[in-house]
């Protein structure tokens, strides 16, 4: 296949902003990355997300409709992203005609894929129109729709990073976001992926309830707390955790009550260890132990889910920098490297990482 050039989005189930990164590949083994950027959502944007999401998750019975907030936020959405790619493209004086495509993954304000629902908010067709770009987006639907997962759609892109950086043994790759997931490649295998369970979006809830802050910056409140292992282990008995891949999850899946009495400190340093501890646990159901974690994502930034999670699983864990990998364009340039696949009908979700009854390409494709 021939090299194409690639922009990808992604605005994550944190709320924290919108990034775009450009990459150029084949869609295959080849990857090439470029300069990355992001724009912060601003206070009113994320109140209006998080809006959106209570309204999502109160009223959505069907992908198309956009009751209470949701078709407000779907306009802003897509006029924030439409703003980074045209900063982008003019800081550096990149033309629309030379991207072959864009990847939009919207913004996840619902998925149940045990109802066949998953629904991202943006307009495609809106934003290939104004950017003068193709478009691809809507990437989970087909998987859902096929009863699949719909999700983890990165674990091919990791499988391309792992493949070209020569790894001779099993690499787990974690993303910690909202929700966290793993890839886990073993050398000449197909990716093994899944949700783990929380990410940071328990711990940026518990910040903004208590203080205002969207999110514990550099750990900085779990550093100063314990945890405690009491609530630890009541979240910890949550079923999703027995449940085998595939699986996945919604962004509040969880509940922080059981830290509701505790410290912010405290909270925040528990919370911490149930990410970590969940990604631990979760490598039971690896059929190798992974001789490295590489994580990306925000919570990398956590030392304290860094440091928990290195302790709780007993495996040597880098920041994705590590390995010349970013660690904040990561999914951007994931959903650039899946609007290639889309582009050529190569399958972006497999078996082993959604539970897809085959091998599926995703993703509408909107022309500009």
């Known amino acids: ?156 892109y990791h499988r391309a990073l792992v493949k070209a950086a020569g790894f001779s043994s099993t690499v787990g790759v974690v993303n910690i976001g909202g929700v966290a997931n793993i890839t886990v490649v073993a050398p000449g295998g197909e990716p093994l992926a899944w949700d783990t369970g929380p990410g940071n979006a328990l711990i940026d809830d518990l910040m903004f309830s208590r203080t205002g802050a969207s999110l514990d910056k550099d750990g900085a409140a779990a550093l100063g707390g314990k945890v405690d292992d009491a609530a630890l282990a009541a979240l910890m008995a949550h079923p999703f955790f027995a449940v085998k891949p595939p699986k996945s999850l919604d962004r509040n899946a969880f509940s922080r009550s059981a830290v509701g009495n505790l410290t912010t400190g405290d909270a925040a340093a528990t919370l911490a260890a149930f990410t970590a501890q969940s990604i631990a646990d979760s490598l039971k159901f690896a059929p190798s132990k992974p001789a490295v974690l590489v994580v990306c994502g925000g919570g990398a930034h956590n030392p304290v889910i860094m440091r928990e999670l290195a302790r709780r699983s007993n495996i040597p864990v880098n920041g994705a920098g590590t390995f010349g990998w970013s660690i904040d364009a990561m999914e951007a340039q994931a959903f650039g490297y899946l609007a290639v696949r889309a582009l050529d009908g190569s399958p972006i979700t497999f078996p082993s990482t959604t539970g897809a009854p085959r091998p599926l390409t995703g993703g509408v494709i909107h022309l500009p």
Do not use: W
Not at 107 to 122: N, S, Y
């Open 1 to 156: 296949m021939s090299l194409r050039r690639a922009l990808g989005l992604m605005s994550g189930t944190s709320l924290d902003g919108v990034d775009v990164a450009l990459i150029e590949t084949d869609g295959e083994s080849i990857v090439h990355q470029g300069p990355s950027t992001s724009i912060a959502y601003s206070a009113a944007d994320k109140e209006l997300l998080r809006r959106a999401l209570g309204d999502a998750a109160e009223l959505l019975v069907n992908r198309t409709s956009r009751p209470g907030a949701l078709a407000t936020a779907e306009a802003l959405v897509t006029q924030r992203h439409a703003f980074l790619i045209e900063r982008f493209l003019a800081r550096h004086q990149i033309s629309p005609d030379q991207i072959d495509i864009v990847g939009f993954h919207g913004q996840t304000v619902l998925h149940r894929p045990e109802t066949g629902l998953t629904v991202q908010i943006g307009d495609g067709d809106l934003l290939a129109r104004r950017c003068g770009i193709a478009v691809a987006c809507d990437f989970r639907a087909a998987d859902v729709a096929a009863g699949g997962q719909g999700a983890p759609l990165v674990p091919v």
